[in-house]
């Protein structure tokens, strides 16, 4: 099926360890879009990458890095991760009718 | 800062009743979406209005939107059980990525 996939599902990180979540879609859209939701909250924007090989930063970038590694695929990197950023990571991709996003990465780290 | 506000932040009716939820934005907007997302899953696209229409129907839903008092709303009718989740209000203005709200918690009692 057309979407969007990310991986890891669940993950469990310590105090200072680093990880990338991988999306990718299948859809040829352009952009691409990292949220995250923190509970009872609505979505806030990390980073976006509007095309191929152009990133920008959103609401909350601080701790995060991404790179478009391709039209299809677009990373999170989490270099020194912090129990602040515990929460579900959505990815997404867009047309002008609308977002598409994927099931989510949700994140602990103790 | 969330540009989208729902109201309320809960409703729950019984299945059969319409369900109104409320959205109030404070910038200009090039059009506003509406999502849905049941627990534990990503959002999924529900209908976008552009700023220069009023109303849109798709389904059971019906939109309205105001753009003199920023501010948008979504009908459920007849709502089913299979209606329970969040609903969240999303703007788009310039280029920019979608700015959520923080969502209509919709329980919909058999």
């Known amino acids: 099926n057309a979407g969007v996939t990310q991986t890891p599902k669940f993950q469990v990180l310590k105090t200072g360890q680093s990880m990338t979540l991988q999306c990718a879609q299948d859809m040829n859209h352009n952009s691409m879009y990292w949220y995250r939701q923190d509970p009872g909250m609505g979505l806030r924007l990390i980073y976006y990458?509007?095309?191929?090989?152009?990133?920008d930063k959103g609401e909350v970038p601080n701790g995060y890095n991404v790179s478009r590694l391709n039209k299809r695929e677009f990373s999170l990197r989490l270099e020194s991760a912090a129990p602040s950023q515990t929460s579900v990571y959505f990815c997404?991709?867009?047309?002008?009718?609308?977002?598409?996003f994927g099931s989510g990465t949700r994140l602990t780290v103790v | 800062s969330q540009q989208g506000e729902e109201d309320p932040q809960a409703l729950s009716i019984q299945e059969g009743e319409n369900a109104t939820m409320n959205c109030s934005y404070k910038t200009s907007i090039n059009n506003l979406q509406w999502y849905r997302q049941n627990s534990g899953r990503g959002l999924v696209h529900l209908i976008l209005i552009r700023s220069n229409e009023r109303e849109k129907h798709s389904g059971r839903l019906r939109v309205t939107l105001d753009t003199s008092k920023k501010s948008s709303s979504l009908l459920i009718t007849a709502s089913r059980a299979a209606d329970t989740a969040s609903y969240f209000c999303a703007t788009s203005a310039g280029r920019r990525a979608l700015t959520f709200g923080s969502g209509t918690r919709l329980q919909v009692q058999p």
């Open positions: 990458s509007a095309s191929e090989g152009t990133t």
């Open positions: 997404a991709s867009s047309t002008v009718y609308g977002y598409t």
